[in-house]
């Protein structure tokens, strides 16, 4: 059983930087290749990026590409989300997922999600 803890998120004005965390325990990190996804009320739960199990592959939505970077530490246990040029639609509750057969689809394990909240 892996257990994921977001932090991080916080209020931040339109063309802020914030970073995200998530922490994993109880389960082998590296075997999972690792997600954030982001949900608001009105719109579906959204992929917004996910990287390799060693960190040297790395994807995103093209609403986020060029702004927000995935990485992680597998010593730490730990995938970071960095979001620079915030912008209001980027509101949202950001959960990360781990995924072990990287499937891109199904989800493990998921965290709690964080606020994330821009104002403009």
């Known amino acids: 059983q892996v257990q994921l803890v977001e932090s991080g998120g916080t209020l931040v004005q339109a063309g802020g930087s914030l970073r995200l965390s998530c922490a994993a325990s109880g389960g082998t990190f590296s075997r999972y290749v690792m997600a954030w996804l982001r949900q608001t009320p009105r719109r579906e739960r959204e992929f917004v990026a996910h990287?390799?199990?060693?960190?040297?592959?790395?994807y995103y939505a093209d609403s986020v590409k060029g702004r927000f970077t995935i990485s992680r530490d597998n010593a730490k246990n730990t995938v970071y989300l960095q979001m620079n040029s915030l912008k209001p639609e980027d509101t949202a509750v950001y959960y990360c997922?781990?995924?072990?057969?990287?499937?891109?689809?199904?989800?493990?394990?998921w965290g709690q999600g964080t606020q994330v909240t821009v104002s403009s």
């Open positions: 997922a781990a995924d072990l057969l990287s499937t891109g689809i199904h989800y493990d394990y």
């Open positions: 990287i390799s199990r060693n960190g040297s592959s790395t």
